[in-house]
């Protein structure tokens, strides 16, 4: 089983809809984060969470909602989809008591396109 | 603050032929430095990693070395196959920063036999 699940693994909706993305990993690691990969951008941080208490804004997070359920579950939300917002979310963990080599490992990827 | 450069595909390779991606990268701590994989769609996949200067990093026949006087880590690989199509990214973590990850747009490797 994979350690970073992530569903829906592919969503079409319409601008204007409520759409939630979630994650789940079984790594048992505090820190998770959300991408957001476009051609040509690679990939930008939208949100991050520390622990179940801790969450802070990346590089992009107008426009996005995150909440952290638990320690393995990390879920984004968009309140109201746009076009632009059509992309591929990754989801991501990180073990911090791995420093100074810490690794970030990946879910597979959630394609959203909104329409 | 930190970002990543990385140099710009797509890259199309003969089978066994030499590849090299560049890499350079600021940062505002002393960082440690990654190249990640994704395969055709994947996630993407740690493929080596260095956290001092100096350190080469090596995985599955590529090798990429901590240069931090050019601030640069190239990544390397002596005879490519067709197995290695994927996008590559460099990419970057610093302390200061809570290990947040900042990364390049990707190369794109395509090796045709």
């Known amino acids: 089983d994979a350690d970073v699940t992530q569903t829906p693994r592919n969503r079409i909706t319409k601008t204007g809809k409520r759409i939630m993305l979630e994650c789940s990993q079984t790594?048992?690691?505090?820190?998770m984060y959300w991408y957001r990969q476009d051609p040509g951008l690679g990939l930008r941080l939208i949100y991050y969470?520390?622990?179940?208490?801790?969450?802070n804004k990346g590089e992009i997070s107008d426009g996005y909602s995150v909440s952290r359920q638990a320690q393995a579950k990390f879920s984004l939300s968009l309140e109201s989809a746009i076009p632009n917002q059509t992309a591929l979310y990754f989801c991501a963990t990180s073990d911090p008591s791995g420093y100074p080599t810490d690794t970030q490992y990946f879910g597979p990827g959630t394609r959203l396109t909104v329409l | 603050g930190n970002s990543v450069t990385q140099m710009e595909g797509p890259v199309t390779l003969s089978e066994e032929a030499f590849l090299t991606i560049n890499c350079t990268y600021t940062a505002t701590g002393y960082p440690s430095l990654f190249w990640y994989v994704q395969y055709p769609g994947e996630g993407l996949q740690l493929l080596l990693k260095?956290?001092?200067?100096?350190d080469k990093g090596s995985n599955k026949g590529f090798e990429a070395t901590y240069r931090k006087e050019t601030t640069s880590f190239h990544l390397e690989k002596g005879s490519v196959q067709v197995s290695d199509s994927a996008v590559y990214f460099c990419a970057l973590s610093t302390r200061d920063t809570g290990n947040q990850f900042y990364f390049g747009t990707g190369t794109s490797l395509t090796v045709i036999p």
């Open positions: 969470s520390f622990d179940v208490k801790d969450i």
């Open positions: 260095a956290t001092k200067a100096d």
């Open positions: 790594k048992g690691h505090d820190r």
